[in-house]
Antibody, heavy 120, light 108 residues
């Protein structure tokens, strides 16, 4: 069955970077784009960007450009989200989510979420 | 960027009630609109995709309609397990998504 399993919670200091992983199983990794979505405590869902696992191309939300990098490893079926220059307001749960049909359609499978806490 | 305005931000309802949430896009998104349910501590779950299509396994009391810029999501006969947060999400630009601000459906 399709699963997206994310890495565990992180605590970081302001100014540091964090790298969150998302391992995909149960389907052909390169056939479905993956998105990253952020949710601050008590807040709504915020789109961060998308990666094409096949070619590695990415598109980031304007708000995160320059501070976010999404990469993938086809050998291990993993995608990564790196956020740099962390600030306390970056404290959030980060989700990876799969697009049902290639690059278009609903996000049909989600990771369990990774809590990143930014605090001095 | 396409902005999604969702309303209301919260509502109180009773079991058995009919509940409607609306979502308005800042530009024409055809029918590229999905609705998700999220419960505390859990990832979102898609209920409705392409504005009106019911996701497999989702009860038929959930429905959606609309096209262009104006969309609605309805729960007929609210059940105890339906008290949750709901989000609309557009994908008119394939490489760029945006979500509505969310609606909390709570017990009256």
């Amino acid at each position: 069955q399709v699963q997206l399993v994310q890495s565990g919670a992180e605590v970081k200091k302001p100014g540091a970077s964090v790298k969150v992983s998302c391992k995909a199983t149960g389907y052909t990794f390169t056939r479905h784009y993956l998105h990253w979505v952020r949710q601050a405590p008590g807040q709504g869902l915020e789109w961060m960007g998308i990666i094409n696992p096949s070619g590695g191309s990415t598109n980031y939300a304007r708000k995160f450009q320059g501070r976010v990098t999404m990469t993938r490893d086809t050998a291990t079926s993993m995608v990564y989200l790196e956020v740099s220059s962390l600030r306390p307001e970056d404290t959030a749960v980060f989700y990876c989510a799969r697009v049902r049909q290639g690059d278009s359609g609903p996000l049909d499978y989600w990771g369990q979420g990774t809590l990143v806490t930014v605090s001095s | 960027d396409i902005q999604m305005t969702q309303s209301p931000s919260s509502l109180s309802a009773s079991v058995g009630d009919r509940v409607t949430i609306t979502c308005q896009a800042s530009q024409d998104i055809n029918n590229y609109l999905n609705w998700y349910q999220q419960k505390p501590g859990k990832a979102p779950k898609v209920l409705i995709y392409d504005a009106s299509k019911l996701e497999t396994g989702v009860p038929s009391r959930f429905s959606g309609n609309g096209s262009g810029t104006d969309f609605a999501f309805t729960i007929n006969s609210l059940q105890p397990e339906d008290f949750a947060y709901y989000y609309c999400q557009q994908y008119e630009h394939l490489l760029s998504l945006s979500f509505g601000g969310g609606t909390r459906v709570e017990v009256k």
